[in-house]
Nanobody
């Protein structure tokens, strides 16, 4: 099975930066898409940024120009560089991977346990 390991959450001041990392481990799988979602208290979980295996990226409008997602294919890892952070970025951030398992081939979604990002004013 596939496991997602997240790191990089924490407490930062507004206008500060933080980097989140998510690594997928397992065997006999390939990644269709991988990225980050977030959920603040009282809100629904929302997409932050994703990276497909073909190199296409997708960002929430609220983070465009501030956040950058990148990937390391050799390590099955995605990095979310968060700059110019705002208090409204405060949320639990969840890594997500849409993967294809090899035998028999099927697609499945995996989620990390979540990491808290808190931005103070």
């Amino acid at each position: 099975q596939v496991q997602l390991v997240e790191s990089g959450g924490g407490l930062v001041q507004a206008r500060g930066s933080l980097r989140l990392s998510c690594a997928a481990s397992g065997s006999r799988f390939s990644i269709n898409a991988m990225g980050w979602y977030r959920q603040a208290p009282g809100n629904q979980r929302e997409l932050v940024a994703t990276f497909t295996s073909g190199g296409r990226t997708n960002y929430a409008d609220s983070v465009k120009g501030r956040f950058t997602i990148s990937r390391d294919n050799a390590k099955n890892t995605v990095i979310l560089q968060m700059n110019s952070l705002k208090p409204e970025d405060t949320a639990v951030y969840y890594c997500h991977a849409a993967v294809r398992v090899a035998s028999p081939p099927y697609d499945i979604d995996y989620w990390g346990q979540g990491t808290q990002v808190t931005v103070s004013s």
